[in-house]
């Protein structure tokens, strides 16, 4: 008689000590999973699921400016100091961390137009104001001190409305009726360029070549500037006005500008007399019609949307190639007013005057998230913090608000395993993010009424358009193909000067 038993070799599964773990075996050569892409299809729906349920953006409230916040900056060198001015002419420096405000200065006379940190060292920032004064501040006397008196002001011809600092120096540049380089307590420019008559309301630093120089004038031209040269590198000029513009940390060449435009439908309820004042002063103020001194001849309804019907966009330049916009950024129902990059350069964050800040990706047409509350009215400014964590938006009714980058990220110490989940469930979104009802789930948005209104009406206005172009190039005889205009290219008028 035989007996057939299955036995196994105790050295294969059994420890050999105490102190060390029991063996495991595994099968090398077990056969596929018939239902895996299934099971891993059900885990990136229920993953895309959870991470809108989960998506809470709104972290902090930043309150005790007691007027409209109009600039914000951050430190080089430390990510949780942030700088805010305001339009009663009050600066803040805050601290992210403890969530307080470290100083309170009475900076300016009027609105504060720009803040710049020094590269350097970082003991030192720049403050321009409505009131034609450049300041110069130390942080440590400030912050430990208390000194409310700048250590160093100048009064300049005419008002300055931007400034920025040279990377890797102490220098700054500072833009109004035309581009100043300085020195610290100097007390005229090292050098001046006149670029002609009209105003320059925004110009920025490249953070890597500390020569080059981007500006914004108010005849809706671009610049490009060489420090080291007396005229421009290259100018280009756009059927819609640009408000800010922010250098990608991470490619020397790369930047985006924050664009309006608006119908001139939107004048048909005013006099002429207001409609010839509201011409006047867009070209200068843009959307920022509470800086305007005169008040307008009559009440033109600021707070309407009906007022200003604009299709607003961002644009990404390659200062290389500034025939036309690389990238268009679309998404904004009314003026985009300011702009900042992440430190890791893939992503961007935009103001706009519809209530509402929207995050971009840099290669990306459209947001890939938008944040508002019931509250907060326009949004003035925004800064993406130096770790690249939070988002941070001044809004004119006083209050600076901190948001997560990724509004569905759990803040706080994270477990082994809660990182190893929190990745395996990205990888199966971004595996899975092109299937219909996943990306339908991702993308999906609640915005308020005014917003989503506007976009339809927008919408129906671009739809009418581009079927009013095609019947005008079929009645010239041309195909579809040949009357194709992309978007990067309406937008510009003529080509680059040199």
């Given at each position: 008689?035989?007996?057939?038993?299955?036995?196994?070799?105790?050295?294969?599964?059994?420890?050999?000590?105490?102190?060390?773990?029991?063996?495991?075996?595994?099968?090398?050569?077990?056969?596929?999973?018939?239902?895996?892409?299934?099971?891993?299809?059900?885990?990136?729906?229920?993953?895309?699921?959870?991470?809108?349920?989960?998506?809470?953006?709104?972290?902090?409230?930043?309150?005790?400016?007691?007027?409209?916040?109009?600039?914000?900056?951050?430190?080089?060198?430390?990510?949780?100091?942030?700088?805010?001015?305001?339009?009663?002419?009050?600066?803040?420096?805050?601290?992210?961390?403890?969530?307080?405000?470290q100083a309170t200065l009475d900076a300016h006379r009027g609105l504060v137009n720009d803040i710049s940190v020094d590269n350097n060292n970082g003991e030192n920032f720049v403050t321009v104001g409505q009131d034609a004064q450049l300041k110069y501040w130390k942080i440590s006397s400030v912050v430990e001190s208390q000194q409310k008196t700048p250590a160093h002001s100048?009064?300049?011809?005419?008002?300055?409305?931007?400034?920025?600092?040279?990377?890797?120096?102490?220098?700054?540049?500072?833009?109004?009726?035309?581009?100043?380089?300085?020195?610290?307590?100097?007390?005229?420019?090292?050098?001046?360029?006149?670029?002609?008559?009209?105003?320059?309301?925004?110009?920025?630093?490249?953070?890597?070549?500390?020569?080059?120089?981007?500006?914004?004038?108010?005849?809706?031209?671009?610049?490009?500037?060489?420090?080291?040269?007396?005229?421009?590198?290259?100018?280009?000029?756009?059927?819609?006005?640009?408000?800010?513009?922010?250098?990608?940390?991470?490619?020397?060449?790369?930047?985006?500008?924050?664009?309006?435009?608006?119908?001139?439908?939107?004048?048909?309820?005013?006099?002429?007399t207001a409609q010839k004042w509201f011409l006047v002063n867009f070209q200068l103020f843009g959307s920022n019609f509470e800086a305007i001194s005169p008040k307008p001849p009559q009440k033109l309804l600021w707070n309407s949307l009906e007022m200003l019907q604009?299709?607003?966009?961002?644009?990404?330049?390659?200062?290389?190639?500034?025939?036309?916009?690389?990238?268009?950024?679309?998404?904004?129902?009314?003026?985009?007013?300011?702009?900042?990059?992440?430190?890791?350069?893939?992503?961007?964050?935009?103001?706009?005057?519809?209530?509402?800040?929207?995050?971009?990706?840099?290669?990306?047409?459209?947001?890939?998230?938008?944040?508002?509350?019931?509250?907060?009215?326009?949004?003035?400014?925004?800064?993406?913090?130096?770790?690249?964590?939070?988002?941070?938006?001044?809004?004119?009714?006083?209050?600076?608000?901190?948001?997560?980058?990724?509004?569905?990220?759990?803040?706080?110490?994270?477990?082994?395993?809660?990182?190893?989940?929190?990745?395996?469930?990205?990888?199966?979104?971004?595996?899975?993010?092109?299937?219909?009802?996943?990306?339908?789930?991702?993308?999906?948005?609640?915005?308020?009424?005014?917003?989503?209104?506007?976009?339809?009406?927008?919408?129906?206005?671009?739809?009418?358009?581009?079927?009013?172009?095609?019947?005008?190039?079929?009645?010239?005889?041309?195909?579809?193909?040949?009357?194709?205009?992309?978007?990067?290219?309406?937008?510009?008028?003529?080509?680059?000067?040199?």
């Amino acid at each position: 008689m035989k007996i057939k038993v299955i036995s196994r070799n105790p050295n294969t599964y059994q420890r050999e000590t105490v102190d060390k773990r029991n063996k495991i075996v595994r099968n090398f050569n077990t056969p596929a999973d018939p239902f895996r892409a299934q099971t891993e299809y059900t885990r990136a729906l229920n993953a895309t699921k959870l991470e809108r349920v989960f998506a809470k953006p709104f972290v902090a409230s930043l309150d005790g400016h007691v007027d409209g916040v109009q600039v914000l900056a951050k430190h080089p060198n430390r990510p949780s100091t942030v700088f805010s001015g305001a339009r009663d002419g009050q600066v803040k420096i805050w601290n992210l961390a403890s969530r307080e405000c470290q100083a309170t200065l009475d900076a300016h006379r009027g609105l504060v137009n720009d803040i710049s940190v020094d590269n350097n060292n970082g003991e030192n920032f720049v403050t321009v104001g409505q009131d034609a004064q450049l300041k110069y501040w130390k942080i440590s006397s400030v912050v430990e001190s208390q000194q409310k008196t700048p250590a160093h002001s100048i009064a300049i011809d005419g008002i300055v409305y931007g400034v920025s600092h040279l990377s890797f120096s102490s220098d700054f540049v500072t833009c109004g009726e035309d581009i100043s380089v300085w020195k610290p307590f100097r007390e005229t420019p090292l050098r001046s360029y006149n670029l002609g008559t009209d105003t320059i309301h925004a110009c920025r630093a490249n953070p890597i070549e500390e020569n080059v120089i981007v500006g914004c004038r108010s005849d809706r031209s671009i610049f490009v500037l060489d420090t080291r040269q007396d005229v421009p590198l290259k100018k280009v000029t756009m059927k819609m006005r640009p408000n800010k513009v922010s250098w990608n940390p991470m490619e020397a060449y790369s930047f985006t500008v924050a664009s309006e435009d608006f119908s001139p439908k939107s004048f048909k309820n005013c006099s002429g007399t207001a409609q010839k004042w509201f011409l006047v002063n867009f070209q200068l103020f843009g959307s920022n019609f509470e800086a305007i001194s005169p008040k307008p001849p009559q009440k033109l309804l600021w707070n309407s949307l009906e007022m200003l019907q604009k299709t607003a966009n961002l644009y990404t330049f390659d200062m290389r190639y500034m025939e036309h916009p690389v990238q268009s950024h679309q998404g904004f129902t009314s003026a985009v007013l300011d702009v900042d990059y992440s430190p890791t350069g893939q992503e961007f964050v935009a103001a706009g005057y519809d209530r509402s800040i929207r995050l971009f990706k840099a290669r990306d047409m459209t947001s890939r998230d938008v944040y508002y509350t019931k509250r907060m009215a326009s949004v003035l400014s925004v800064l993406w913090s130096a770790d690249s964590k939070f988002v941070l938006s001044g809004s004119n009714e006083m209050n600076i608000r901190v948001w997560k980058a990724n509004a569905a990220e759990k803040l706080g110490p994270l477990t082994k395993r809660e990182k190893q989940a929190f990745a395996y469930n990205e990888k199966l979104r971004e595996t899975y993010k092109n299937h219909p009802d996943v990306r339908r789930i991702a993308k999906h948005r609640n915005v308020p009424r005014h917003i989503f209104t506007a976009a339809k009406e927008h919408k129906l206005i671009r739809d009418a358009r581009a079927r009013r172009d095609l019947r005008r190039a079929k009645a010239q005889g041309l195909d579809e193909e040949e009357s194709y205009l992309p978007q990067t290219q309406k937008v510009m008028l003529g080509d680059a000067e040199m």
